[in-house]
């Protein structure tokens, strides 16, 4: 009798399983980066130095600005010994005074206190303008017949001239229309206080020292009146 043997079958081995995602097909053998995927990631390393370089580069810079040497209230005209400089690092932001401008500073008036070693800026500065040496302020306030119908300004330039109050012909003490003061200039201007009704206005002039008494004791009379000579201040 004869035995019949079947072929021997091979053992099955399946394909190596692979998998496509968004078009790259992936296998399960080792993977090899590809020559773009090395140069990003250099370049990135490279940006990310010059990044760090840049940062460390503008921290070291410093400049010079200008400080106070002292403690100083608000309203000082400032001298050359309230000033020095100092180093502080250099920033975009930066809003203090750069120490090469530091003469520009003699001679302003502080707007607000500054404590010794605080960094001056230009809003510490007062806006207004600065009285002249030996000058005074003097307030006043004036009906629409004391002056002229031109509204005054800051910087205005105006004749201060001794009027009598209505009704009355002579003045304190001195002739009607005299001088006053030839050359006063308006320091500040507003409106009168709600309860001056009669009033128009509220004017503060710059006069020499030796007038100030002279023109605050008309002023209080009613009996000073403007006329304006220059318009300093448009």
């Given at each position: 009798?004869?035995?019949?043997?079947?072929?021997?079958?091979?053992?099955?081995?399946?394909?190596?399983?692979?998998?496509?995602?968004?078009?790259?097909?992936?296998?399960?053998?080792?993977?090899?980066?590809?020559?773009?995927?090395?140069?990003?990631?250099?370049?990135?390393?490279?940006?990310?130095?010059?990044?760090?370089?840049?940062?460390?580069?503008?921290?070291?810079?410093?400049?010079?600005?200008?400080?106070?040497?002292?403690?100083?209230?608000?309203?000082?005209?400032?001298?050359?010994?309230?000033?020095?400089?100092?180093?502080?690092?250099?920033?975009?932001?930066?809003?203090?005074?750069s120490a090469t401008g530091s003469s520009v500073l003699v001679g302003?008036?502080?707007?607000?206190?500054?404590?010794?070693?605080?960094?001056?800026?230009?809003?510490?500065?007062?806006?207004?303008?600065?009285?002249?040496?030996?000058?005074?302020?003097?307030?006043?306030?004036?009906?629409?017949?004391?002056?002229?119908?031109?509204?005054?300004?800051?910087?205005?330039?105006?004749?201060?001239?001794?009027?009598?109050?209505?009704?009355?012909?002579?003045?304190?003490?001195?002739?009607?229309?005299?001088?006053?003061?030839?050359?006063?200039?308006?320091?500040?201007?507003?409106?009168?206080?709600?309860?001056?009704?009669?009033?128009?206005?509220?004017?503060?002039?710059?006069?020499p020292g030796a007038d100030a008494s002279t023109v605050t004791s008309?002023?209080?009379?009613?009996?000073?009146?403007?006329?304006?000579?220059?318009?300093?201040?448009?």
């Amino acid at each position: 009798m004869t035995t019949v043997t079947a072929p021997t079958r091979s053992a099955f081995s399946s394909p190596p399983i692979t998998e496509t995602r968004g078009g790259l097909r992936l296998t399960a053998g080792t993977t090899q980066r590809r020559p773009w995927q090395v140069g990003l990631g250099i370049a990135l390393v490279l940006v990310c130095a010059a990044i760090a370089g840049a940062v460390f580069q503008s921290s070291a810079k410093r400049v010079s600005v200008v400080i106070a040497t002292k403690t100083l209230p608000a309203g000082t005209v400032l001298t050359p010994g309230d000033l020095g400089t100092a180093s502080i690092p250099a920033s975009g932001n930066i809003t203090a005074m750069s120490a090469t401008g530091s003469s520009v500073l003699v001679g302003q008036q502080l707007d607000t206190p500054v404590y010794a070693g605080q960094v001056m800026v230009k809003q510490m500065l007062s806006v207004g303008p600065q009285l002249a040496s030996g000058d005074q302020v003097v307030g006043m306030l004036m009906k629409g017949d004391q002056m002229p119908s031109v509204p005054l300004v800051v910087g205005d330039t105006v004749q201060v001239i001794a009027v009598p109050q209505p009704g009355q012909g002579s003045t304190v003490g001195g002739t009607i229309g005299s001088t006053l003061v030839a050359s006063a200039t308006v320091f500040a201007v507003g409106p009168a206080p709600i309860d001056q009704s009669q009033y128009q206005a509220s004017v503060s002039l710059e006069v020499p020292g030796a007038d100030a008494s002279t023109v605050t004791s008309y002023a209080a009379a009613d009996q000073i009146g403007l006329a304006l000579i220059s318009e300093g201040g448009r």
